[in-house]
């Protein structure tokens, strides 16, 4: 009970502002205003469109950075080679602060859905590939010696014990990385769309219109929670063995 | 050159080792060792701490390879741990039957849970185990191919006294069951005088057979202790020369 205290005080702050005035609504909406425009939104389909904009985008471009971390990470982790060639170029460009690359995306990619999916991507990457990485490394090798002694081929060493061993870490760099796709979908979004959330969020602004801003904030909330609930609840069905406290 | 090869046969020895040969850097662990487990032996296997007893035994299951020597073992070969060392996304039985290589073999796991007492866990997971449960659960899954030999690394280090007592007990029974051939190091004396037929103690630098009889005869607990350099003083033991 006590959890929504602090939420439902801040909702009547709300309500008690812009129903009496003190604050105008071109500064912030009501709450009324709110409700009616998402309705007004979703009855002219604008706000499928928007949403289904901004989810395909997310979706896109974590499933090419997870695929990418997947290949780069199991190199990386699985070769000393490989995380001599790779892993300070990587480290060097995790470094950049992911935002700093806008301005050359948009110079080679254009201002096209190739951009907005590539930031998201790059968003998403990282927490991946370094989760990936540690948990590669952090395979307790005694598991490793028992398949060993019993004979396991390469190939079943890593399917039956690798794999799983490196689950756990995995997710958690899933998790985190699903959450950055959101952040940088928003920066993607703000800089050039004609669709989806953050145009909302610009469109609002041009038009002074804070209960269109407001839509958009509170369906970003939504998704992004959504998103991190279904991480959890994959985590908990894939890796509840863990024996650990989850994060 | 080291050589390691499976032999077959009924009159080949469990184990059999020729001038084993082992250096980690520049120590030298062993230079020259010979031992032998006939069918159906267990040998204890005695030392300080850091002699080469868990060496030889990495070396024999094949996880350290060695300089020099051949290394021959009769039919299938199980290992246990000091710790149980189980898969924690596996339960219980999945863990036991985790070597399997056929159905078969598969079809061996209750039955080796049973063995081991742990036939009402095979659903668990090992987080939900205790101690000498997951002990139990390492021991069921080194017999779940039958094996000839069982290398026992410390396999009750890690238990409180009754859980040690229990488990030396189990482990006991199931090698007079299975006869299967058993080569157990620890650096408790009442490991050894209660499981093994014969006492071996390694000593020195690189590591030899000083000491080596069999349980019943000459390997008696003082004989053993003396090899160790160990003087009983009134039921306490201590190290000669250390004070």
Redesign the interface.
């Known amino acids: 009970m006590g959890r929504f205290v602090v939420p439902l005080a801040l909702f009547a702050a709300w309500w008690a502002a812009t129903a009496s005035g003190a604050i105008k609504s071109y500064q912030l909406a009501s709450p009324r205003d709110v409700v009616r425009e998402l309705f007004d939104l979703a009855q002219t389909g604008l706000l499928w469109r928007d949403l289904g904009a901004s989810i395909e985008r997310v979706a896109l471009g974590f499933t090419i950075a997870l695929t990418l971390a997947l290949i780069v990470g199991s190199l990386v982790g699985g070769s000393r080679l490989a995380e001599r060639a790779l892993d300070p170029t990587l480290q060097a460009i995790r470094a950049v602060p992911s935002l700093a690359w806008v301005p050359l995306i948009l110079l080679w990619l254009g201002i096209g859905e190739t951009a907005k999916i590539t930031l998201v991507a790059i968003g998403a990457f990282f927490p991946i590939y370094v989760a990936l990485v540690s948990g590669i490394r952090g395979v307790d090798r ?2 490793v ?2 398949g ?3 004979g396991l081929s390469r190939i079943a060493l890593i399917t ?2 690798l794999v ?2 490196t ?1 756990p870490q995995l997710l958690v760099g899933a998790r985190i990385g699903l959450t950055q796709a959101w952040l940088f979908l928003v920066a993607a979004e703000l800089l050039a769309a004609t669709n989806g959330l953050g145009f909302l969020l610009t469109d609002g602004q041009q038009t002074s219109r804070t209960d269109e801003i407001l839509v958009a904030i509170l369906l970003f909330a939504a998704c992004g929670k959504l998103s991190e609930t279904g991480m959890r609840w994959l985590e908990k069905r894939l ?1 509840g ?3 650990t406290v989850p994060v | 050159m080291s050589v390691r090869r499976r032999t077959s046969g009924t009159e080949s020895p469990a184990a059999r080792i020729r001038g084993l040969r082992k250096a980690f850097g520049e120590r030298l662990v062993f230079d020259g060792l010979d031992l032998d487990v006939a069918r159906g032996e267990r040998v204890a296997v005695l030392g300080a701490s850091g002699c080469g007893k868990s060496t030889l035994l990495r070396c024999i299951a094949g996880l350290e390879r060695s300089d020099a020597g051949t290394i021959a073992t009769a039919g299938e070969i199980g290992v246990m741990f000091q710790e149980p060392r189980l898969f924690p996304w596996l339960d219980v039985a999945c863990n036991v039957g985790f070597p399997a290589r056929d159905d078969a073999e598969r079809a061996r796991v209750p039955s080796v849970l049973a063995l081991v007492g742990l036939a009402h866990a095979a659903r668990r997971l090992p987080k939900e185990l205790s101690g000498g449960m997951a002990q139990r659960a390492a021991l069921a899954r080194a017999l779940v191919r039958d094996p000839h030999l069982l290398l026992l690394d410390e396999p009750f280090a890690a238990l409180d006294a009754l859980r040690r007592i229990e488990l030396r007990a189990a482990v006991h029974e199931i090698l007079t069951l299975t006869r299967a051939s058993a080569i157990l190091v620890t650096h408790d004396v009442d490991d050894a005088l209660a499981i093994a037929d014969r006492v071996i103690v390694l000593a020195g630098s690189p590591a030899e057979v000083a000491f080596t009889g069999n349980v019943g005869e000459t390997a008696t607990r003082s004989a053993i202790l003396d090899a160790l350099g160990v003087i009983e003083n009134g039921g306490h033991a201590r190290v000669r020369g250390r004070t």
């Open positions: 005694k598991l010696e028992v060993t002694i019993f039956r014990v799983p061993a689950l890796v063995w863990t024996d």
